[in-house]
């Protein structure tokens, strides 16, 4: 048989259905909000390390002039390698019908049906391509219109050839094309050979035996390429990944943190309305709470009674929530993978995810209402039942400071701003829900300005139209003079480019980066320097590097041993710049080349000024297919724009979804706040009406309150959301950038919010109150 | 839970229906001081006051007089600033708000001017909350001693009702029948009929002093003029003092029946 006190709790919760309701969605809010975050958590970490794992992605990749079969074979044979496969990449053309194109990143595969080290599956068409055949990975599709049987042309630097599109591939180790801007395809060797290149492949893939961290595949590499360089096998460059680490990992961990972040937020959020309904409850029920003191309950049974409450309410919404979690959640999941490339294996939830929500769900709204229920269930019975709906407290301790005392405001406007200080600790809560929401509006879109700004500033600081790696170095003055008939050029610049990588304190070399080592004072590019100065003409072997450089991560001031082109030399690292683009191991510039490397007064690296036009890269093209110098490949500033919008449309997005749950829960915490506000003074409205307050006096107060509210919890979000802005962009920008956002703050965001609350608290107020002055005014004295 | 024997509403708290003979209420030298913006205000000076096992004691005096602050005393819902009160036989002074609490519910039943039932809870609900919180009788046999309560009062056949749907009348019978839900020797009443028409105030009166031949104590604060026919013995109060204190003689009300 259900006790009295429960038999209560129901009816009470029955019979306040708004308020339920309300309760019950803002937990649930909350419990959606950590419920579909964790879960995608834990689905999409394991499931994104499954994906990458099965590629069985390599532990390293040896750079040499070719690799034949013996080399692959003899490799296989080491007893520390479990895989070994030959492939080559190159980055071609794809020459859209209209002449303009889209980059294509090539993969040259020799043998198709026998793939070991990063593996692709076939999706649809062919899975083995003929010689004048292209496997496109589908993720391309996003990229250009495709479909199998089109006739593509692909320029290369050897010549153009037109290929069939025999099929479609997951290649679920590799970037999506939104994200590199690049289109992948697949060839054989034969294929390389129809474009004019030698049918070599050059990089070795090999997969280390066992889970050895990096350190110990550096090592395993370092034995490899002395063994190699023995039998006098030149090893030009190695690259050794991060295991296990996706290349798109940088992203997803943005994602989640954003996530997790905003998950927080929502149940901090949820926890702060509930614990403002739960207040006003507690207000409106004071007296029935001292006559059950009266009657005998103690302090802990009262309490009881409120906390057992929310936590009844608490597993109403988690019996809604989880379920509705785990949907958004796997929206969340697809629409990720969706975006990664990745396929999602099992939806299966990790088993921590349903207790840690249960955990959250009712905890955090028990620990929000801890305060005011304690609070309430210890007030002396002779203090809560001879409350008689008016408050009695003194004027002079009526709030609302020297603003509630000003005379210039008009008696109506003052008693307005003095009511909306006489539930101190409600109002402080409902500042704290509303404000939280408004934090989040605020910090969504003060990242969104922050991340356009820095997309900007990026494009800002090239100021070339078109960057051209040739296929070996030129005479400096011959680059220049096959280029002087060009009239869209407004500049030319010859510059260097190697691949380099620095040597590590506990041995071996770090990621291989680009070297780049333009003309002293060069004039195309000017990144943001986040640290030191730009390269000046009097430097020896001085480094600028860009914060993506991380494997070492040298310090400004720092000197490093660098490995290029056969060279090792030290290097003094004056500065660091802010590059967004630049690949994933980063760039670094140098104030000369390294010596031994390249001949003086030559370059094989070329940047050009100009309108980014396809007229310009056409005629540049021509130009110096004339003068016989081959082109690898050709970039244009503005390529990756896209792309990083893109990235940003992302973020900015998944924030804003957030700030938009979050400033519903606050929201309808500041609609029932006020009206809740309103109804519990009916009586008191009664007596206004009751002396001659006409309607508009009356809504005047009930306005002026619920807008000095909403006014209060908007500088709170605003003083909330400095700091919070600050660690968001500096999170954001350093998880997905390495290195923190210019801070940015949005003046849309701002105001918006501002008259969000101020409508919403006006509107609010207005309709209980408009309710009220239209019932008779006995009625309204009469309402307890 | 406690499981002492209830199902008899008129039983007393020995269960032989008897009297048991002592003192109930023993306030000595009370006083109580409230701070206010205009500096103290002793709502109660020196108040001494007993009350015996069985007696109907009025409380009379003008608003404002102290009278109900002497009753909070008794009933411990308000604590004194000095002095020492003594009910059924327990020192209040000193106890804890807990501990006041659970003693409140086993020793006294407060009826009030404004009948302060729950609004979401049955009529057979109301009655049977405070043995709820006391944790009298197994849960099952609640509903039965709320009934035979309700039963005692008049309006058993309303069990199943909201207060809303009962007079104020009916309402102060629901209020009477929690009092009596734990069986406490004492009922303490504060202005019981100030909000009901003369006759329906007789009958009220009349239901408590019943209360006194079941063996319960009763203390009543009341603005009643003919309170003498019916009290055993009227207190009156004025600015924070007893003044005296008279035996009641002759003809009393009878049993107030069951209908207002």
């Known amino acids: 048989m259900i006790s009295t006190r429960w038999r209560k709790v129901g009816r009470d919760l029955s019979h306040n259905k708004g308020r339920t309701l309300l309760v019950v969605a803002a937990i649930t809010v909350g419990v959606v909000a950590s419920g579909s975050i964790l879960s995608a958590y834990s689905v999409i970490t394991r499931e994104m390390e499954r994906n990458y794992a099965e590629t069985n992605p390599p532990s390293a990749v040896l750079y040499l002039e070719s690799i034949d079969d013996d080399l692959v074979a003899s490799t ?47 999706e649809e068409g062919a899975s083995d391509p003929a010689d004048d055949e292209i496997l496109i990975e589908r993720s391309s599709l996003t990229e250009v219109d495709l479909s199998i049987g089109d006739n593509i042309t692909i320029a290369a630097p050897g010549r153009s050839q037109a290929f069939l599109v025999a099929g479609l591939v997951h290649d679920p180790g590799r970037m999506p094309a939104w994200m590199t801007g690049a289109v992948v395809g697949y060839i054989t060797p034969d294929g390389l050979a129809a474009l004019g290149l030698a049918p070599v492949l050059d990089e070795l893939r090999i997969v280390a035996v066992g889970d050895g961290d990096r350190d110990s595949n550096r090592r395993l590499t370092d034995t490899l390429v002395s063994d190699l360089e ?25 994602m989640l943190f954003l996530l997790q ?35 005998g309950a103690r302090t802990g049974q009262i309490a009881g009674i409120y906390l057992g409450t929310v936590a009844l309410l608490s597993a109403a919404a988690l019996v809604i929530g989880i379920p509705v979690g785990i949907l958004v959640g796997r929206g969340l999941i697809a629409f990720t993978f969706g975006l990664l490339n990745f396929e999602v294996g099992s939806y299966r939830l990790d088993s921590w995810v349903i207790p840690i929500q249960i955990v959250a769900a009712v905890g955090i709204p028990l620990l929000a209402v801890a305060y005011p229920v304690a609070k309430n269930s210890r007030l002396p019975v002779r203090e809560v039942i001879t409350n008689h709906g008016i408050a009695t407290r003194a004027v002079g301790a009526v709030g609302g ?33 509303i404000s939280l929401g408004g934090a989040a509006f605020m910090v969504a879109l003060n990242t969104g300005v922050a991340w356009g700004r820095a997309v900007d500033a990026e494009f800002d600081a090239r100021q070339y139209a078109l960057e051209i790696q040739l296929d070996r170095a030129y005479p400096s003055q011959q680059l220049q003079t096959a280029l002087t008939d060009v009239p869209q050029i407004s500049g030319v610049e010859t510059w260097d480019q190697y691949p380099a990588a620095m040597q590590l304190p506990q041995g071996g070399t770090g990621d291989v980066f680009r070297l780049l080592i333009p003309p002293a004072n060069t004039e195309m590019i000017d990144y943001p320097l986040l640290e030191g100065r730009w390269l000046r003409p009097d430097d020896e072997n001085a480094l600028v590097v860009t914060q993506v450089l991380d494997d070492p991560a040298p310090d400004v001031g720092a000197a490093v041993v660098m490995d290029v082109g056969g060279a090792t030399e030290s290097w003094l690292v004056v500065g660091r710049v802010r590059q967004l683009t630049g690949g994933r191991t980063g760039v670094a510039y140098a104030s000369n080349r390294p010596a031994g490397v390249g001949v003086d007064g030559s370059a094989n690296h070329i940047r050009i000024g100009g309108d980014d036009t396809p007229s310009l890269m056409s005629a540049v093209e021509q130009d110096l297919a004339e003068s016989q110098i081959g082109v690898v490949g050709i970039a244009t500033a503005a390529e990756g724009r896209e792309s990083l919008d893109d990235h940003l449309l992302i973020i900015v997005g998944l924030l804003m979804i957030m700030a938009i749950l979050i400033s519903i829960v606050g929201g309808l915490g500041l609609s029932e706040a006020m009206s809740i506000s309103v109804v519990e003074r009916r009586r008191e409205l009664g007596v206004m009406r009751a ?39 500096s999170i954001t920008g350093n998880m997905f950038t390495q290195a923190p956002l ?25 309709i209980p109150a408009l309710e009220t002055t239209e019932k008779p005014v006995h009625l309204a004295l009469a309402y307890e | 839970m406690k499981t002492q024997q209830h199902n008899d509403p008129t039983a007393g708290r020995d269960g032989s229906g008897g009297v048991s003979p002592g003192r109930v209420v023993d306030l000595t030298g009370v006083s109580k001081l409230y701070e206010t913006g205009a500096g103290d205000f002793a709502a109660l000076s020196d108040a001494d006051l007993t009350v015996d096992d069985g007696e109907f004691v009025a409380i009379v005096g003008k608003s404002g007089s102290g009278k109900s602050t002497l009753l909070n005393m008794v009933t411990a819902i308000d604590r004194p600033s000095s002095g020492v009160v003594k009910v059924n036989g327990t020192i209040l002074n000193d106890l804890t708000e807990n501990e006041v609490a659970r003693w409140r519910g086993d020793n006294v039943g407060l009826v009030f001017q404004f009948q302060q039932l729950m609004p979401t809870l049955t009529i057979v609900e109301n009655v049977m909350m405070p043995m709820d919180f006391a944790g009298t009788l197994p849960t099952r046999e609640r509903a039965q001693r709320a009934v035979s309560l309700l039963d005692l009062v008049g309006i058993a056949d309303q069990a199943k009702k909201f207060p809303t749907a009962l007079s104020g009348g009916q309402q102060q019978r629901v209020a009477i029948a929690r009092a009596l839900a734990n069986d406490p020797p004492l009922i303490a009443a504060d202005e019981p009929t100030g909000n009901l028409d003369s006759h329906t105030a007789d009958s009220v009166l009349g239901l408590l002093r019943d209360l006194t031949a079941i063996g319960k104590t009763v203390v009543m604060v009341t603005h009643e003029r ?15 003092r007893i003044l005296g204190a008279g035996a009641v003689k002759g003809p009393r009300v009878g049993s107030g029946g069951a209908h207002d």
């Open chain 1, 230 to 254: 023995a039998e006098g096998i030149a090893v030009t460059r190695v690259e050794v990944p991060v295991p296990g680490e996706h290349p798109a990992q940088r992203v997803m961990r943005t």
């Open chain 1, 76 to 122: 296989l044979a080491r007893p520390e390698i479990a895989a070994a496969e030959a492939r080559r990449e190159i980055t071609a053309r794809l020459v859209m019908g209209s002449g303009e194109w889209i980059k294509l990143q090539l993969v040259v595969v020799d043998d198709f049906d026998n793939i070991t080290v990063s593996r692709f599956y076939p």
């Open chain 2, 226 to 240: 003919d309170i003498a026919s019916v009290a055993d013995r009227v207190v009156s109060v004025a600015d924070g």
């Open chain 1, 691 to 729: 002396v001659g307050a006409s309607t508009g006096q009356v809504l005047h107060v009930v306005i002026v309150e619920g807008v000095l509210i909403a006014a209060l919890s908007w500088v709170a979000a605003l003083a909330i959301s400095v700091p919070a802005t600050v660690l968001v962009e």
């Open chain 1, 401 to 433: 400071g020297r603003l509630g005392r000003a005379r210039w405001l008009g008696r109506t406007t003052r008693f307005g701003i003095r009511n909306a200080f006489r539930t101190r600790s409600r109002t402080v809560l409902t500042i704290i829900a």
């Open chain 1, 742 to 766: 210019v801070t940015s703050f949005s003046a849309l965001g701002i105001g918006l919010w501002l008259a969000i609350v101020v409508l919403l608290a006006a509107v609010a107020s207005a």
């Open chain 1, 261 to 295: 972040t905003f998950g927080i937020i929502a149940l901090v959020t949820s926890g702060a309305l509930v614990a403002t309904l739960i207040t006003a409850q507690l207000k409106q029920q004071s007296r029935e709470i001292g006559v059950m003191k009266a009657v």
